[in-house]
């Protein structure tokens, strides 16, 4: 079937009378109501007014980062049995298909910004099982800048744009990241080939936190989630990027959609590295430290199964925009760990939410269950579903309102798992393992990626103030001194004095 884009398609259906808001057909949509052919309109034109105050509030808050992004219907099918690891239902045999909603995105763009920047990319996935919603909110990266929760708001600000000339700021973005040297992995992927994905079909996803794995007896396993592109990575030279930010600013949401369109479904095969809690001491670093990732050589990649999109919204603003993914969801048999960025998701996802699109966002059908909630909470803006009409409102009741399992395994809470120490603060310290990882992969370059990363960074480094370079450069002389003596070569050809 040759593809046809939904705006040339022939527009036949009879979509009905026009109606206010309330119902009410609209005899005339083309003129207001004014007192006389040259008198003022009548405050009594209801139609009018209803259509323009609707107008005024079509804006909802755009989201804080990820503002950008394309979302997209379709199914996960396991491909391997995972049983023995997780309690959790929809991994409970081969063959088992759950409904996803994914959302691919950039991070620090505003919602009309382009899509063919250099950027981390995020990597949503919202698995509607029976047991509720389990979210994946990953990126494409495997490691993150940060490992601890209060430094995000932070990172974020240096990301986006300066308080007083409302412009990118060279200066803050290189300013952080020298303070912050355990930044250099996940900073050289940014400025490596992969910091420009062509499209979002041609990317991996990466829940990049360790999380938890619960089986039904109550035993756990840590796990690190990937979601492997069965396209092929793809990513685009800047210069082109550059032009195609220009040309077509919706490149990659473009792309995804017509793909989609076509019926050419992108798909991911969704893996697991799986650690033992007891050998988490024996890494060298910390499992819950998110700036480093986990050698595939000692943790082989487990398939579980295949993500495939399918299907494109009916209507952006009602599921893309209104989608609220949140790493919280979790269902049992899967669970958090102490990964301090984690802890601090699981409170700021539900909490934006609450401000983005109010306290009853999980009523939103995108975001709805389709088990359905079952649950005391009660009204509040925008209760849409009912609100749990005559049933009981409290607990404990004896009129059969919802109760617990009191099941063990059943909860998203780790079990079992051992805490220790004092209440206090504990700063991560900075160590030669903090370059380690970001060592091998600059090893792991052709020379002509190297070249291209150092081009990459010096081209964006010299941007920032001669003190903050001379404190940047010395992060990536540590991390190799082949990297460091390419950026500072790549420093003096764009005119830096360092
Ligand atoms: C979106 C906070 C770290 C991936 C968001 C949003 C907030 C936020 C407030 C907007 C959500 C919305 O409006 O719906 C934080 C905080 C972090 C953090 C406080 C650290 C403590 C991370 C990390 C990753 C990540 C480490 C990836 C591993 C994403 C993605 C989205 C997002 C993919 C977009 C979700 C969507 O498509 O709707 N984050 N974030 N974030 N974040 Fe984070």
């Keep these: 079937m040759a593809f046809q884009h939904p705006i040339d398609a022939p527009r036949t259906t009879d979509f009905g009378v026009l109606t206010t808001s309330n119902g009410n057909p609209v005899d005339t949509n083309q003129t207001s109501i004014t007192a006389g052919p040259e008198g003022p309109i009548s405050i009594a034109d209801f139609h009018l007014i209803d259509k323009l105050s609707h107008f005024d509030r079509e804006r909802i808050p755009e989201r804080v980062v990820h ?5 997209a219907h379709g199914v996960f099918e396991v491909t391997n049995d995972v049983s ?51 979210d994946m909110v990953g990126n494409n990266t495997p490691v993150f800048f940060l490992r601890d929760p209060s430094k995000f708001p932070d990172f974020i600000h240096t990301q986006k744009r300066n308080p007083r000339s409302h412009l990118p700021d060279p200066d803050a973005f290189w300013d952080f990241f020298s303070l912050l040297p355990e930044s250099n992995h996940q900073l050289t992927i940014l400025m490596s080939d992969r910091g420009i994905p062509d499209g979002f ?84 670093f910390s ?33 893309t925009e209104q989608s609220a993914f949140s ?94 120490g004092t209440v206090g603060v504990h700063p991560f310290v900075l160590t030669e393992a903090d370059f380690v990882q970001c060592r091998v992969l600059y090893n ?12 990459n960074i010096g081209g964006h480094l010299c941007n920032a103030q001669l003190f903050i370079q001379k404190r940047q450069l010395p992060i990536f002389y540590r991390v190799d001194k082949d990297y460091g003596r390419r950026v500072e070569a790549e420093l003096r050809k764009n005119g830096s004095k360092i």
């Design 287 to 319: 499992i819950f430290d998110m700036t480093k990732a986990l050698p595939h050589k000692d943790f082989p990649l487990i398939e579980v199964g295949r993500m495939t999109l399918n299907r494109n919204p009916e209507n952006y603003f009602a599921e």
């Design 444 to 455: 792991k370059f052709s020379e002509e990626e190297k070249a291209r990363l150092a081009r």
């Design 67 to 71: 503002a950008k992004g394309a979302g």
């Design 84 to 134: 023995h690891l997780t309690c959790a239902k929809f991994l409970s045999h081969v063959g088992k298909k759950t409904p996803v909603f994914a959302r691919l995105s950039t991070v620090g763009g505003e919602a009309g910004s382009a899509d063919t920047v250099r950027d981390v990319r995020g990597f949503s996935v919202k698995f509607y099982t029976e047991e509720g919603n389990w």
């Design 327 to 420: 790493p919280s969801n979790m269902v049992p048999g899967i669970a958090p760990s102490a990964d301090r960025m984690l802890q601090g998701r699981l409170f700021s996802y539900p909490d934006t939410h609450r401000h983005r699109l109010g306290p009853n966002f999980a009523q939103i059908p995108i975001n709805a269950p389709l088990n359905k909630a079952n649950n005391h909470q009660r009204d509040g803006f925008m209760a849409i579903n009912g609100n749990g009409g005559r049933r009981p409102n409290y607990e404990p009741n004896s009129f059969g309102g919802p109760h617990q399992t009191n099941k063990v395994g059943t909860t998203t809470q780790p079990l079992g798992m051992p805490v220790s």
């Design 201 to 284: 079909r041609h990317m991996n996803g990466f829940a990049c936190h360790t999380l938890t794995l619960v089986a039904s007896d109550g035993s756990y396993k840590y796990v690190k989630w990937h979601f492997i592109t069965d396209q092929g990575i793809k990513n685009i030279e800047p210069a082109e990027a550059a032009k195609i930010a220009g040309t077509d600013p919706n490149y990659a949401h473009r792309d995804l959609f017509n793909a989609i369109e076509k019926g050419d479904f992108p798909s991911w095969t969704v893996s697991i590295q799986v650690v033992d809690p007891k050998d988490i001491h024996k890494l060298g």
